[in-house]
């Protein structure tokens, strides 16, 4: 786990090559001038945005050097599969791995609670490490991380509940270890052993969407990250999602963002 000030360390927030990375970043501004493209979508940053990031989600920075000022949280996954003895942990919160909404919210207020009460010891006891820095880190970070998932989950209408509902928070963890290979709903339902019904009831009360909704996103959200940043063609993305014909692909796509992939990528 990394907590530090952006302002302090930013060489990576300046850099306009796109670039991904493989942990959970967590963005919070104090002070932000600028715009990053995240997976071919262009988000203005603003004073008070909370920007959440998943591994290997594509970013380009476009901001003005002088007016950065916030904090950053990076971690890996397995860092708080340990460190709350929960596999599923990062499924749980909304903002991670979401296909379906843009992963940010605007709450100048929770900005202020943290920055009285919360950022500076947590970089205290990253700083001046004790034996038992890792509980009070522990229960600062799982405050931090539950406090922005139900900011999160009030701003889209989700349901914030975290510790119940484990099958819709499997799905997710399925999907996306799957999604190249698995397009179908019955294809989930024998990885998990449950019920098509089970699996409907228990994804549209968490995620507020169909399964087959979720699995079209996370299909859709790969071909476009495939259009702007590859030189493959339509076929070829195609085959490497494992659809048997190139205008399944272009049908769902089309249906999905109005545009055919041809479109979408001389549009961006």
């Known amino acids: 786990m990394d907590f530090f000030k952006i302002e302090e360390n930013n060489e990576f927030l300046l850099s306009s090559e796109v670039h991904d990375t493989d942990f959970f970043e967590i963005f919070i501004y104090d002070e932000i001038e600028g715009y990053v493209v995240l997976d071919g979508e262009k988000i203005v940053l603003r004073k008070g945005m909370f920007l959440f990031v998943s591994p290997y989600q594509k970013r380009s920075w476009f901001v003005s050097e002088n007016k950065?000022?916030?904090?950053?949280?990076?971690?890996?996954?397995?860092?708080?599969?340990?460190?709350?003895?929960?596999?599923?942990?990062v499924y749980r919160l909304q903002y991670f791995y979401n296909k379906t909404v843009l992963t940010t919210f605007d709450s100048k207020e929770l900005l202020h609670s943290f920055n009285q009460n919360i950022f500076s010891e947590i970089q205290n006891e990253i700083i001046d490490f004790k034996s038992d820095s890792r509980h009070i880190l522990r229960a600062l970070l799982y405050y931090i991380l539950i406090k922005m998932n139900r900011v999160f989950?009030?701003?889209?209408?989700?349901?914030?509940?975290?510790?119940?509902?484990?099958?819709?928070?499997?799905?997710?963890?399925?999907?996306?270890?799957?999604?190249?290979?698995?397009?179908?709903?019955?294809?989930?339902?024998?990885?998990?052993?449950?019920?098509?019904?089970?699996?409907?009831?228990?994804?549209?009360?968490?995620?507020?969407?169909?399964?087959?909704?979720?699995?079209?996103?996370?299909?859709?959200?790969?071909?476009?990250?495939?259009?702007?940043?590859?030189?493959?063609?339509?076929?070829?993305?195609?085959?490497?999602l494992n659809f048997s014909e190139p205008n399944n692909l272009i049908r769902l796509f089309k249906s999905k963002t109005g545009y055919s992939p041809k479109k979408y990528r001389l549009s961006k």
Do not use: P
């Open 153 to 240: 989950c009030e701003k889209y209408q989700l349901d914030s509940e975290t510790q119940l509902n484990n099958h819709a928070y499997l799905f997710k963890e399925a999907l996306e270890l799957n999604y190249v290979h698995k397009h179908k709903v019955n294809d989930y339902v024998s990885l998990l052993n449950i019920s098509r019904i089970t699996l409907n009831q228990s994804v549209k009360k968490q995620f507020n969407v169909t399964a087959t909704e979720m699995i079209k996103d996370r299909i859709i959200s790969e071909v476009k990250t495939q259009l702007i940043h590859s030189a493959k063609t339509i076929s070829e993305i195609a085959y490497d």
């Open 68 to 89: 950065i000022k916030g904090w950053a949280v990076i971690f890996e996954k397995e860092f708080l599969a340990n460190f709350f003895s929960d596999k599923l942990f």
